[in-house]
């Protein structure tokens, strides 16, 4: 088992690609930290399977856009296993408006729920690797956030995007040698904000790619857990999206 007994915190992991790579990392023996902002049954139901399966697992409900919700989730994670090792930033979500249509309260809230989210948990978790020595921090960002591909009716989820891509690459920069800081940057993942889209505009967004299909959420977990084991790779963005950009 790759992860062992290690701590793995991954947050906005109630569904789709959190769950998977809460369970995935959970089968390499990992110990889980789940955690969201609404979905409590969900998370709790992503705890319990991991914890079925012998791997010990603790949900956290708690918004990891203002401080007072990351303190609560690292509080949490330190009383149950004592440490971090490896730290997934994937809270996050997009909202389509038009940009015209668009106001303060919604840029303010995407860049919160994307990018400052990141930013507030690297910090805590930071503190911790850097006494210990070690530890990764991974953070999903996506192809909306790599220079041109940002969408139109989701500016403010693009932009946020980018910000981590920033954000990860500097950082990676700050925390060097101890602390390894990478992004993984999905392409067109199956997940649940599709299923109520138009079935044409779903079949542009595939289309659109190389390989004509869907990204599943494991293929996306397992991007998570390479650069969780690359001890040669900081910086870096792991682009997975079956060849959208190169279009």
């Known amino acids: 088992m790759k992860f062992k007994d290690k701590v793995v915190l991954i947050t906005g992991s109630s569904d789709n690609i959190g769950k998977a790579t809460a369970i995935k990392f959970a089968k390499e023996g990992a110990k889980i930290v789940v955690n969201s902002i609404k979905n409590r049954a969900g998370g709790e139901a992503v705890a319990e399977e991991i914890k079925a399966s012998g791997t010990e697992a603790i949900y956290v409900q708690a918004?990891?856009?203002k401080q007072e919700g990351v303190d609560k989730l690292f509080r949490e994670t330190v009383q149950a296993f004592n440490t971090l090792d490896i730290l997934i930033n994937n809270a996050g979500h997009a909202v389509s408006v038009p940009f015209l249509e668009t106001t303060e309260e919604?840029?303010?809230?995407?860049?919160?729920?994307?990018?400052l989210s990141t930013v507030l948990c690297s910090k805590e978790a930071a503190k911790i690797m850097l006494k210990k020595g070690s530890g990764r921090i991974i953070n999903t960002s996506s192809v909306r956030g790599i220079q041109h591909t940002?969408?139109?009716n989701i500016m403010a989820y693009s932009a946020a995007k980018a910000a981590v891509i920033n954000f990860t690459k500097t950082l990676a920069k700050e925390l060097a040698p101890k602390i390894s800081v990478n992004?993984?940057?999905p392409g067109f993942v199956y997940t649940t904000p599709y299923e109520s889209m138009p079935q044409q505009l779903k079949d542009g967004f595939i289309n659109s790619t190389l390989i004509k299909r869907w990204i599943d959420v494991n293929e996306i977990a397992d991007a998570f857990l390479y650069l969780a084991n690359a001890?040669?790779?900081t910086?870096?963005?792991?682009?997975?999206?079956?060849?959208?950009?190169l279009k």
């Open 150 to 152: 940002g969408r139109e």
């Open 106 to 115: 919604h840029w303010l809230d995407l860049l919160r729920c994307n990018f």
């Open 235 to 245: 910086g870096e963005v792991l682009v997975v999206d079956g060849g959208f950009t």
């Open 231 to 233: 001890a040669a790779v």
């Open 63 to 65: 918004d990891v856009s």
């Open 183 to 185: 992004a993984v940057a």
